[in-house]
T-cell receptor, first 115, second 116 residues
Framework: GQSLEQPSEVTAVEGAIVQINCTYQTSGFYGLSWYQQHDGGAPTFLSYNALDGLEETGRFSSFLSRSDSYGYLLLQELQMKDSASYFCAVRGSYMIYNQGGKLIFGQGTELSVKP | DGGITQSPKYLFRKEGQNVTLSCEQNLNHDAMYWYRQDPGQGLRLIYYSQIVNDFQKGDIAEGYSVSREKKESFPLTVTSAQKNPTAFYLC???????????????FGNGTRLTVT
């Protein structure tokens, strides 16, 4: 099966940089995704890494190291509106029956941005 | 505008009653999913469907049932067998994952179910 670990909460101040880590265990790997969810709202897709390295999208970047089964989401120039929960997710292995279509989420990291 | 519609936003039921949550999408997506979210928790997969007339159990399917008779619709029934049904339910869709490993999920705004 798949499992993901990420910190439960992180606090930072406006304008700062914060890194949210995610370690995963999977029997097959098809990329690491990140989603943002504001309180009570719908999760929205942020980024996807299939290969090692850094992917940058504006103030947000996501990094992947497949050899370490590790990735992180980097948020720069933090704004109050970035206060939300952030989830990493991996897709199930096609090699295992009934796993290939599943997207499995971590428990989420609640980011609080302070003035 | 294309999107996913979940209705109603809030739902209240008495214990012992079955209840059906609606999920409709007009994104022409093949795959649809149901997740459950409890306070302060991640998203746990209940059921998913990759194509019409086919669906698979997720990690917590017990006490739930689904149907996929139309591409646009994937209703979830929370049965009286579900021991702890009060939760936030999220429906999502994506393009067929086999066409691209990066098939991001598009989520609806959720239905908050309270059973007393």
């Amino acid at each position: 099966g798949q499992s993901l670990e990420q910190p439960s909460e992180v606090t930072a101040v406006e304008g700062a940089i914060v890194q949210i880590n995610c370690t995963y265990q999977t029997s097959g790997f098809y990329g690491l995704s990140w989603y943002q969810q504001h309180d009570g709202g719908a999760p929205t897709f942020l980024s996807y890494n299939a290969l090692d390295g850094l992917e940058e999208t504006g103030r947000f970047s996501s990094f992947l190291s497949r050899s370490d089964s590790y990735g992180y989401l980097l948020l720069q120039e933090l704004q109050m509106k970035d206060s939300a929960s952030y989830f990493c997710a991996v897709r199930g292995s096609y090699m295992i029956y009934n796993q290939g279509g599943k997207l499995i989420f971590g428990q989420g990291t609640e980011l609080s941005v302070k003035p | 505008d294309g999107g996913i519609t979940q209705s109603p936003k809030y739902l209240f039921r008495k214990e012992g009653q079955n209840v059906t949550l609606s999920c409709e999408q007009n994104l022409n997506h093949d795959a649809m999913y149901w997740y459950r979210q409890d306070p302060g928790q991640g998203l746990r997969l209940i059921y998913y469907s990759q194509i019409v007339n086919d669906f698979q159990k997720g990690d917590i399917a017990e006490g739930y049932s689904v149907s996929r008779e139309k591409k646009e619709s994937f209703p979830l029934t929370v049965t009286s067998a579900q021991k702890n049904p009060t939760a936030f339910y999220l429906c999502a869709s994506s393009t067929q994952y086999r066409s691209s490993y990066n098939s991001p999920l598009h989520f609806g705004n959720g239905t908050r179910l309270t059973v007393t």
